[in-house]
T-cell receptor, first 114, second 113 residues
């Protein structure tokens, strides 16, 4: 199984809503990532979890709250978002400090904030 | 943090020609350099990667070269085909106890039949 699965595929939310994005992998990867991708732009690193601990927060606003409940799951909790937060949110996973360090991406959640 | 620059932003070639995309990076600690292909509306997918202890790697029509001293690496696609049309991203990362992948700005490759 070389899949990273993200749900939902599409999400429309109001600025006062609370929602969560979910990501799951069963490849035994101990590094998991959240990226934000705007149209015609590269993926932009938001968070890195290593061994279920938050290792990197790239100065992401607190309205984005990541969570890694176990080694297979990664969540991104959303609250009080702004319209400019509309983007494709990509989850990825990889091994750590390994000869095989390929990052596998999920298909993304396309988020629209209205 | 790492800064990855990628050129050109768009590239049009005739089917059968070669395509070259170039990237530079700023952090000399970066030691892993993957290239991703992203088709419209789809996830980025790895097409080739290279580690800092290797200068060149080839996989059929695709090759990557790395110059650690100059901090640049390039993607070479030979005998291009229309299905090679996509956006290509280079990335630089530091592979250690936690990995950080930083992407270049992307190159939109258009292969004309």
């Amino acid at each position: 199984d070389t899949e990273v699965t993200q749900t939902p595929k599409h999400l429309v939310m109001g600025m006062t809503n609370k929602k969560s994005l979910k990501c799951e992998q069963h490849m035994g990867h101990r590094a998991m990532y959240w990226y934000k991708q705007k149209a015609k732009k590269p993926p932009e690193l938001m968070f890195v979890y290593s061994y279920e601990k938050l290792s990197i927060n790239e100065s992401v606003p607190s309205r984005f709250s990541p969570e890694c409940p176990n080694s297979s799951l990664l969540n991104l909790h959303l609250h009080a978002l702004q319209p400019e937060d509309s983007a494709l949110y990509l989850c990825a996973s990889s091994h750590i400090a390994s000869e095989n360090t390929e990052a596998f991406f999920g298909q993304g959640t396309r988020l629209t904030v209205v | 943090g790492e800064n990855v620059e990628q050129h050109p932003s768009t590239l049009s070639v005739q089917e059968g020609d070669s395509a070259v995309i170039k990237c530079t990076y700023s952090d000399s600690a970066s030691n892993y350099f993957p290239w991703y292909k992203q088709e419209l509306g789809k996830r980025p997918q790895l097409i080739i990667d290279i580690r800092s202890n290797v200068g060149e790697k080839k996989d059929q029509r695709i090759a990557v070269t790395l110059n650690k001293t100059a901090k640049h690496f390039s993607l070479h696609i030979t005998e291009t085909q229309p299905e090679d049309s996509a956006v290509y991203f280079c990335a630089a990362s530091i592979v250690d106890n936690f990995n950080k992948f930083y992407f270049g700005s992307g190159t939109k490759l258009n292969v004309k039949p």
